[in-house]
């Protein structure tokens, strides 16, 4: 062997071990469900359909109602809301008041 030749070193160990620093394949993660959705007492409602009737974005109706997307996103979802968040969506999507029970349901609160 010449006297300026090192031989050579393998790192990882030979080609058949598995390498100390790649990473091991990780399991399959389960499909995410938003917190909204998963939780009980979803009430069902006409938001959307009336929304896109409109061809309005959801962050167009949020800006018109002065709340945010995510609050639409819940409200379409089926989540409770405020009854003043209400009255900003219906205001927005140019409904009277009186149209409330037709675009949310009945008030769960009332029996």
Not at 63 to 85: F, K, W, Y
Request: charged content about 30%; overall charge positive.
């Amino acid at each position: 062997m010449p006297a300026d030749s090192k031989p050579s070193r393998e790192v990882g160990g030979s080609k058949d071990e598995p390498s100390a620093t790649a990473p091991a394949a990780a399991p399959p993660r389960p499909k995410r469900t938003s917190k909204a959705k998963a939780k009980a007492g979803m009430f069902p409602n006409n938001v959307r359909k009336l929304r896109q009737a409109a061809m309005m974005s959801k962050a167009e109706l949020a800006r018109r109602a002065g709340v945010s997307p995510l609050t639409i996103d819940r409200v379409e979802a089926g989540c409770p809301s405020r009854m003043d968040t209400k009255r900003k969506i219906l205001e927005a999507l140019g409904l009277p008041p009186s149209a409330r029970e037709e675009v949310f349901g009945p008030d769960p609160d009332q029996g």
